[in-house]
Every structure is written in structure tokens, then in C-alpha cells.
């Protein structure tokens, strides 16, 4: 089966840096997305990761190792509208895309 | 362009009720995919049609059934319904190509309360 686990919360303050790691198991391996949800909003797409490296999207960045099955996002100059709830989420054989269980974000002023 | 659009977005049925979600994906995208989300939990998937077929569905009961119409919207029904049913239904849509189809786009949700 597949399965994913990341910390449940972690907390920072404006300005700062923050990496939330995922560890997943899977049978095959299509790629490891992140989005992210505001309380009360819908899931939004933030990055994915087919090969091993470094993606950059603006203050966000996503991490992938396969041979280790982790990857992380890395959020910098963080601000008050970064708190949420990232999900990470990888497809496998199954073909679905599963979801951990998120980490909740708060961002201190 | 349209996002996903579901409807209704919110649902009070009691228990043994039936509840009917539905779901209209994004101009262009033949994948939708539905997920639950119990309060303060993370996304379990539900069940994934693609071109009007059920290609692959979660660990859920017989009682959570749906399907996907030729204009590629999709109906989630919820028979015999649970107080733990109770959750916020997420519907997603995706083009389903390989790289698209880890990029899904979310609709805002339908909450269902059993009573």
C-alpha cells in the first residue's frame, strides 16, 4: 500500500525559514506533490517532484530523494498568510493520489 | 475559465438518510476524483473516474458509490448514512496525463453534517 508521514504542526515566526519533511511508501513512484490549505479552503496545488532535486517556485521550494523516500518544503521569508495546512501526496502503482495527513503551519508576528 | 464547482455546499441529512454530492470539473479535464476530509484530518481518497469509468477506489464501504457522467461531472452518493460520515467532501479534477495527473485542482468542498 502506500503511505506518507509528516509532522503534525510546526510553528515559526515571520520572516523566517521552515522545512516540512514527508516520508512516504509506495509501490512504484509517479511523483511527490505539496499543496496547500487555508482553514476552510479547498486544497491548492503548490509543487511536484518527478526526479530527484531542487524545484523552485518563488519563496517555495520542494525537495525530492527517491532512493531515501523523503522530500521536503522548504518555505522562506515566511508571513502571517503562510499559515495553513501543507499536505504532501504521492501516486503510485495504484495510480491514485494519496495524501498525508498534513502538517498544520503557524506563523508567529 | 470555470474552476471545480461542487454543490451543495453544505448538506444536514440524519442518520440512514442518503446524501447525493455533485461535481463539475474543469473545461478540458476528464479525471475527478473525490476525497473526505473529517474535521482536523488529512484527505482520504474516495474514488477516481476517468472518461465516464471508476478506475480505482479508497477503503471505504459499498455505501459510497458514484459515478461520472458523459460531461465528465460526477455524482458522489453516500447511502445509509453514519454520524461518522460527517465531513467535508472534496471533489478534484485533473487532464490525467502523467505529470497532470498529480496536479489535481480542488473544488471547495461540499460539508455534510449527519445528524
Known amino acids: 500500500g502506500q503511505s506518507l508521514e509528516q509532522p503534525s504542526e510546526v510553528t515559526a515566526v515571520e520572516g523566517a525559514i521552515v522545512q516540512i519533511n514527508c516520508t512516504y511508501q509506495?509501490?512504484?513512484?509517479?511523483?511527490l506533490s505539496w499543496y496547500q490549505q487555508h482553514d476552510g479552503g479547498a486544497p491548492t496545488f503548490l509543487s511536484y517532484?518527478?526526479?530527484?532535486g531542487l524545484e523552485e517556485t518563488g519563496r517555495f521550494s520542494s525537495f525530492l530523494s527517491r532512493s531515501d523516500s523523503y522530500g521536503y518544503l522548504l518555505l522562506q521569508e515566511l508571513q502571517m498568510k503562510d499559515s495553513a495546512s501543507y499536505f504532501c501526496?504521492?501516486?503510485?502503482?495504484?495510480?491514485?493520489?494519496?495524501f498525508g495527513t498534513g502538517t498544520r503551519l503557524q506563523v508567529f508576528p | 475559465e470555470a474552476g471545480v464547482t461542487q454543490s451543495p455546499t453544505h448538506l444536514i441529512k440524519t442518520r440512514g438518510q442518503q446524501a447525493t454530492l455533485r461535481c463539475s470539473p474543469i473545461?478540458?479535464?476528464?479525471?475527478v476524483y473525490w476525497y473526505q476530509q473529517a474535521l482536523g484530518l488529512g484527505l482520504q481518497f474516495l474514488l477516481w473516474?476517468?472518461?465516464?469509468?471508476?478506475?480505482n477506489r479508497g477503503n471505504f464501504p459499498p455505501r459510497f458509490s458514484g459515478r461520472q457522467f458523459p460531461n465528465y461531472s460526477s455524482e458522489l452518493n453516500v447511502n445509509a448514512l453514519e454520524l461518522e460520515d460527517s465531513a467535508l467532501y472534496l471533489c478534484?479534477?485533473?487532464?490525467?496525463?502523467?505529470?497532470?495527473?498529480?496536479?489535481?485542482?480542488f473544488g471547495a468542498g461540499s460539508r455534510l453534517t449527519v445528524l
Open positions: 478534484a479534477s485533473s487532464s490525467g496525463q502523467l505529470t497532470g495527473a498529480n496536479v489535481l485542482t
Open positions: 509506495t509501490s512504484g513512484f509517479y511523483g
Open positions: 517532484n518527478a526526479l530527484d
Open positions: 501526496a504521492v501516486r503510485g502503482d495504484t495510480d491514485k493520489l494519496i
Open positions: 473545461s478540458g479535464h476528464t479525471s
Open positions: 473516474y476517468d472518461e465516464g469509468e471508476e478506475r
